[in-house]
Structures are given as structure tokens and as C-alpha cells.
T-cell receptor, first 114, second 112 residues
Framework: DSGVTQTPKHLITATGQRVTLRCSPR?????VYWYQQSLDQGLQFLIQ???????AKGNILERFSAQQFPDLHSELNLSSLELGDSALYFC?????????????FGPGTRLTVT | EDKVVQSPLSLVVHEGDTVTLNCSYE??????LLWYKQEKKAPTFLFML????IEKKSGRLSSILDKKELFSILNITATQTGDSAVYLC????????????FGKGTLLTVNP
């Protein structure tokens, strides 16, 4: 158990809908990272927040957005969902602000868009 | 463009065998390389390597980095069925703020 929690574990929704994934980092970690893992693309970095501020951005679609709250939990919002958004979404956390050190992954949220 | 290539893509061995997994990389502003093990769900952290030629060990697993030739290897000795997993390497890349760039992984299957 990494200490990173994610809810929900599974989510099934229809195309065009909007969902929110939630992540709580390990105690003491200020950075939160979001990743998408699909069979064809592998594990892809989406976005990083550090202490409430956006720090780094990967190939995150404009339909996706994230934020980190004062209590350090983070939410990833996915809107206008398409079939291709079906994937495992992981949150990770770390002490470091730079993204260089080890990151600890949560159990993931499996999103299925029908 | 950052590139991380792992080989082989998959490997099937018998318990007790020794395996070597490879990771070659070309990333911007290299600082370190991380190895993860992914079983059914979340990747779990194995090693972080920052210096060339210094082996890191944890039980039957060890890893080493070659910054001149831009690759890293992960060795697993006396493999067990519990070692069956996807092994991912990920060097952070970028500038002042880095992002992990993951390889596609090596799927290791250890048969009894």
C-alpha cells in the first residue's frame, strides 16, 4: 500500500458525460501527478500540481482539467467523454516539486466510456 | 522528442532463472532513471538511479545505469513466480519541471 488513495475504483459512464476522479496523496507529499494508462499508449503523464499550483503539463486534452485543493487532495475532471478516454487513471505523489525523484502511485480508477 | 525503449517486450522464464531487462533512453536534460514493477494495478517503485556505474541492489533485484551509452539494466536473479509483472523504466525529462516518460515495459512471466 503506497499511502496514495484514489476514488472511485471503477467508473462506467456514457459518451458526452463528465466525471471527476479524486486523489489523496501520501501524508507529507506536496506534489500530485496524474497519469493515463491505455493498452495502446502505455503510461502517459497528464499533469502535475505542487502545493496547489500547476507545475508541469503533459499531453493532457483540453477536455480534461485538474486542480489541487488546500488540503492537498486533487481532482481530475474529464468532460465530453469519448470512447477513447476509456483507460486506467493513476494518481501519484511525491515530496519533490520537480518531478525528478520517486513517485508513489495510487491504485487507479478504471474508467469505461460506453 | 523524448524516447524510452525497453527490451525485450516480453520474456518467459522458469523459476530460478536469471533475467536481464534493458532500457535505453534519449530524454531532455537527463537527471535520473526510475524502475517500477507493475503487477495487476499500480506501479510500485523499485529503484532510482542517478550515477553511472553504481549498482543499486534490493534482494534479488539489482540495477545499474550507463549515462555515456544512455541505458540501464535491471537484473533479477533466482526468479520466482511472484516476480511475474510488467517492469517499467522511466527517466524524468524536461527543464525546470520534469515529467516521467515511461517505456512500454517488459512483461516478465515466471513459470514454476
Amino acid at each position: 500500500d503506497s499511502g496514495v488513495t484514489q476514488t472511485p475504483k471503477h467508473l462506467i459512464t456514457a459518451t458526452g458525460q463528465r466525471v471527476t476522479l479524486r486523489c489523496s496523496p501520501r501524508s507529507g507529499d506536496l506534489s500530485v501527478y496524474w497519469y493515463q494508462q491505455s493498452l495502446d499508449q502505455g503510461l502517459q503523464f497528464l499533469i502535475q500540481y505542487y502545493n496547489g499550483e500547476e507545475r508541469a503539463k503533459g499531453n493532457i486534452l483540453e477536455r480534461f482539467s485538474a486542480q489541487q485543493f488546500p488540503d492537498l487532495h486533487s481532482e481530475l475532471n474529464l468532460s465530453s467523454l469519448e470512447l477513447g478516454d476509456s483507460a486506467l487513471y493513476f494518481c501519484a505523489s511525491s515530496v519533490a516539486s520537480t518531478g525528478v525523484g520517486e513517485q508513489y502511485f495510487g491504485p487507479g480508477t478504471r474508467l469505461t466510456v460506453t | 522528442e523524448d524516447k524510452v525503449v525497453q527490451s525485450p517486450l516480453s520474456l518467459v522464464v522458469h523459476e530460478g532463472d536469471t533475467v536481464t531487462l534493458n532500457c535505453s533512453y534519449e530524454v531532455t536534460n537527463f537527471r535520473s532513471l526510475l524502475w517500477y514493477k507493475q503487477e495487476k494495478k499500480a506501479p510500485t517503485f523499485l529503484f532510482m538511479l542517478t550515477s553511472s556505474g553504481i549498482e543499486k541492489k534490493s534482494g534479488r533485484l539489482s540495477s545499474i545505469l550507463d549515462k555515456k551509452e544512455l541505458f540501464s539494466i535491471l537484473n533479477i536473479t533466482a526468479t520466482q513466480t511472484g516476480d511475474s509483472a510488467v517492469y517499467l523504466c522511466a527517466p524524468p525529462s524536461g527543464g525546470s519541471n520534469y515529467k516521467l516518460t515511461f517505456g512500454k515495459g517488459t512483461l516478465l512471466t515466471v513459470n514454476p
